[in-house]
């Protein structure tokens, strides 16, 4: 067993690919400041979904954490709060350039 803060801190946990793609899509088309925790959350909650969707299909993941999804859940969500942030000042400035 590897040591649990590495395998939440790496991909299964904060670098997701699936919490940043969702998060950044959520982002970019957010216009209030609210809306990024509901990004965020969503970055989380559809993540997991779509990782357990994913190996009960049979596709095997490059990362296999050996940490329960409550676990990488405020990690992910913490993700998704940043990335969705960052999105949104970008969405807004490309907004407002038009």
Do not use: C, H
């Amino acid at each position: 067993m590897t040591d649990d803060i590495s395998v939440i801190l790496l991909w299964p946990g904060l670098l997701n690919p699936f919490a940043i793609l969702i998060a950044a899509y959520m982002g970019y088309y957010s216009n209030q400041r609210a809306k990024i925790f509901i990004a965020g959350f969503a970055a989380a909650a559809l993540s997991l979904f779509i990782e357990g969707i994913i190996r009960l299909i049979g596709i095997p993941m490059p990362w296999n954490p050996e940490v329960g999804p409550l676990a990488l859940f405020p990690f992910r969500f913490a993700t998704g709060l940043i990335v969705s942030a960052i999105a949104m000042k970008i969405g807004t400035s490309r907004r407002r350039a038009k």
